[in-house]
């Protein structure tokens, strides 16, 4: 018999499979994926990248533009102000020396440089440590001068450089005692214009807090640090009870840390009457 090659079955007419180039592709039919349209176009199928449209690139610069030339400008000020802040503390330390050196020799203090960003103002049993933080930040709406009507006038008004003064025990530092706490005394807040709002404990000589009328100046540098030294030097430290130290780890041993160790008490926040929730957030 002779062989014969059958024919593939022809599909019925209703069942006719239609060519790729038929199939329906009409925008969301299937899943996209790829650039997010952003003036109203269809975006991308998968695995087809277009082109980023213009208005995002226009919202790429005006970010560049306005927030981080504002940011740029605001930590040159910040800088400039922590050189000033320097500065004044150098020249302060001279006069109190001057001053408590032929009333009592051992009475020291120093200035104590650390970096761009830090330096330490050391005074009988305290240490007042001064830092300018490297972030520029802002706060939520309703905290400290962001409803103010000078605030809202510029959005650039919104965003701030940080400087923090910390009063640790001068002990704390020299023996290595990591365990021993630090308390934030004053932080000072400076923002495009060199404008300034401060907040802080309670011993500080707080101005009257509208941005609108601080401006930065060497005296107002001044006032804040001496404002720190007396808040620092009129609260004494608090022995704790004797039950609370009847016991001591090996590792307290190991570290040095002592016992007995006092811990000041009487720093009180200000800002507690108006905020009484812990609004920070930043990264120290």
Avoid: C, W
Avoid at 45 to 63: H, K, N, V, Y
Avoid at 71 to 87: E, M, Y
């Amino acid at each position: 018999m002779p062989h014969t090659t059958s024919s593939p079955a022809t599909p019925p007419a209703d069942h006719q499979v239609a060519p790729p180039e038929a199939a329906d592709h009409t925008p969301g039919t299937e899943a996209t994926a790829g650039a997010t349209a952003t003036n109203n176009l269809p975006t991308a199928a998968p695995g087809s990248p277009t082109e980023a449209p213009a208005d995002r690139l226009d919202q790429i610069f005006d970010g560049l533009q306005q927030k981080s030339i504002a940011k740029q400008a605001i930590f040159r000020n910040t800088r400039a102000a922590f050189d000033t802040l320097r500065r004044v503390s150098q020249e302060l330390v001279v006069e109190l020396s001057r001053k408590i050196t032929p009333v009592d020799s051992n009475v020291l203090i120093e200035y104590r440089p650390v970096n761009d960003m830090e330096f330490h103002i050391k005074f009988s049993g305290d240490l007042l440590v001064f830092v300018m933080h490297s972030n520029i930040v802002t706060f939520p709406d309703d905290y400290g001068p962001m409803p103010s009507k000078y605030v809202e006038q510029d959005f650039r008004r919104r965003f701030f450089g940080h400087i923090m003064a910390y009063n640790f025990m001068a002990d704390s530092i020299k023996y290595q005692r990591l365990n021993d706490p630090g308390y934030l005394v004053g932080r000072l807040l400076i923002n495009i214009e060199n404008h300034y709002y401060l907040e802080g404990v309670q011993q500080l000589e707080l101005p009257d807090n509208d941005m609108a009328d601080n401006l930065l100046t060497p005296d107002m540098m001044r006032l804040f640090v001496e404002s720190a030294m007396i808040a620092a030097v009129n609260n004494d430290l608090i022995a704790p009870p004797m039950q609370d130290i009847q016991k001591i780890t090996v590792k307290q041993k190991v570290e040095n840390q002592q016992v007995s160790r006092g811990s000041k008490v009487g720093f009180s926040f200000s800002s507690e009457q108006h905020h009484p929730l812990n609004i920070d957030g930043l990264p120290y």
